[in-house]
């Protein structure tokens, strides 16, 4: 499984952008998939997951009622919809998939990842 992330770039604070992981081939092996991110310093950091249909989603505190996780299986097609964005947003996104089902945060239960893409909101 090859992810690869787009959509990052520098945005003022406030601003929205839609962030976008290709997956393929995404086989029946992948269940969840979800969004980290890393801030320069700090560890990584969980943002959203989404079970395989799309039936639970979860969210990261600082996260939850501004961004919205979606997937589409047909196009094996991982997105983040961020709003109301924050200089504290400011990080490397990865796209994750793992073969386990359920909502899940922990970075160790994910055996696919992509290089990630730069997110940063200048205030």
């Known amino acids: 499984v090859h992810l690869v992330e787009s959509g990052g770039r520098l945005v003022q604070a406030g601003a929205s952008l839609r962030l976008s992981c290709a997956a393929s081939?995404?086989?029946?092996?992948?269940?969840?998939m979800a969004w980290f991110r890393q801030g320069l310093g700090k560890e990584r950091e969980f943002v959203a997951s989404?079970?395989?249909?799309?039936?639970?989603?979860e969210y990261g505190d600082s996260v939850k009622g501004r961004f919205t996780i979606s997937r589409d299986n047909a196009k094996n097609m991982l997105d983040l919809q961020m709003n109301s964005l924050k200089p504290e947003d400011t990080g490397l996104y990865y796209c994750?998939?793992?073969?386990?089902?359920?909502?899940?945060?922990?970075?160790?239960?994910?055996?696919?990842w992509g290089k990630g893409t730069q997110v940063t909101v200048s205030s």
């Open positions: 081939p995404l086989r029946d092996i992948v269940f969840t």
């Open positions: 994750a998939a793992s073969g386990s089902a359920g909502p899940i945060r922990r970075p160790s239960s994910y055996e696919y």
């Open positions: 989404i079970t395989r249909f799309g039936s639970e989603v």
